[in-house]
C-alpha cells in the first residue's frame, strides 16, 4: 500500500510517519502531484498559522490537487481547517471540500483557556473512521479554532461550546485531534483509516 503525507512545510510529520510505521507501513513524504495522485491512501497534516499555511499550498499547486482527489484523505489538524470552506485565522479561504466556516473560541463567551491544549472526548461517532472506537474515547486536542457542527459532523466534542471534533465527505475524512498523539485510541483510528 502507497501511503503519502504531504509535505508541505506546514505539518507535524514526522509524529504521522512513525505512527504509520508502528502500524507495519511505511508513509512516502511528497508534494509532488504524480506522488500524491498514485498513493492509496493520503494524509493531510498541518500545524501553526491558516493564512500562512495556506500560501504554502497554493505557492506548490497543492490548493488544485486536493480537493480532486479520488482516494480516500485525511485532513488532521489545520489540515481538517485548511479543507473547509475558510477560517477566521488569518481571514483565509479554505479548500471547500467540506462545507463550513472554522470559527475561534471565545474565551469570554465560555471561560474557557484558548488555546485548548488536553486531552478530551470524543462522541457521536458516524463512521468507519471510529471501528472499534468507544464513545467518550480520549484523544489529544490543540487548537484555538474549531469546525462548528455541521451535516459532515462525524463526531463531537465538547469544549464550552460542542462542535466538530471530525469531519467526511464522501473520500475526505478530517480530524481536529492528533490521532498520532492519541495512544491506542489515535492509533486504531489511523488504522481503521488506512485499511479503507
Avoid at 2 to 16: C, E, L, M, R
Avoid at 108 to 133: A, G, M, R
Wanted: aromatic share 8%; glycine share 8%; with cysteine.
Amino acid at each position: 500500500m502507497k501511503i503519502v503525507i504531504i509535505n508541505y512545510g506546514a505539518g507535524n510529520i514526522q509524529s504521522i510517519k512513525f505512527a504509520i510505521e508502528r502500524l507495519g507501513h511505511t508513509a512516502i513524504l511528497s508534494n509532488n502531484e504524480e506522488e500524491i495522485r498514485t498513493a492509496d491512501k493520503v494524509i493531510f497534516p498541518g500545524v501553526g498559522e491558516a493564512s500562512s499555511a495556506m500560501a504554502k499550498l497554493r505557492d506548490t499547486g497543492l490548493d488544485k490537487v486536493i480537493p480532486t482527489l479520488k482516494q480516500p484523505v485525511l485532513g488532521i489538524c489545520l489540515g481538517m481547517q485548511l479543507m473547509c470552506n475558510g477560517s477566521e485565522e488569518g481571514d483565509t479561504k479554505g479548500l471547500g471540500i467540506f462545507d463550513v466556516d472554522v470559527i475561534r473560541f471565545r474565551e469570554s463567551e465560555h471561560t474557557i483557556k484558548v488555546p485548548q491544549i488536553q486531552w478530551n472526548t470524543i462522541n457521536d461517532l458516524k463512521s468507519t473512521l471510529f471501528t472499534s472506537v468507544d464513545n467518550n474515547a480520549y484523544i489529544y486536542m490543540v487548537h484555538s479554532f474549531y469546525a462548528p457542527i455541521t451535516a459532515e459532523t462525524i463526531a463531537t466534542t465538547q469544549y464550552g461550546v460542542a462542535y466538530s471534533s471530525a469531519l467526511a465527505k464522501d473520500n475526505f475524512y478530517g480530524t481536529q485531534f492528533h490521532p498520532e498523539k492519541s495512544s491506542a485510541v489515535g492509533e486504531q483510528i489511523l488504522k481503521n483509516f488506512l485499511e479503507m
